[in-house]
C-alpha cells in the first residue's frame, strides 16, 4: 500500500454519502437486471442495464451483433423494461457496447 493514499475507514462509511448512494443505486440496478433478465429473449441475455437518467435506459452488452438486434427490437425492450415495477417510467432506451482492453 502506498503510504502517501489515505485510506478510508469503513467505520466512517455513512449510507448518505456519495458512496453510500452509489451503493444503493447499485443495488436497485442488480435488482432489475435480475428482473429483466428472465424477461429477456434469449438472443438478448447479454444485455444488462447500466444507467437510468431522466427516464433514458441504458443498457449495454459486449457484443455487437446483440447490440444491433436490440436496436431493432427498442420497442419491445421498452415494454417488458416498463412491465418491472422500479423502471415503470422509463420512456427511452439506448444500446452501447462495452469495449473491454
Partial sequence: MCPHKPTTAISKFSPKSALGQLF?????YNEI?????????????????????????TLITDNPAIASRAKQQLHELLTLLQSIPLTCKINHIKIKVSIRQ
Fill in 33 to 57: 437486471n435480475a428482473q429483466l433478465k428472465p424477461k429477456l429473449p434469449d438472443a438478448l441475455q447479454t444485455l444488462e442495464l447500466c444507467l437510468i437518467n431522466n427516464n433514458t435506459a
Fill in 24 to 28: 444503493a443505486q447499485a443495488k436497485i
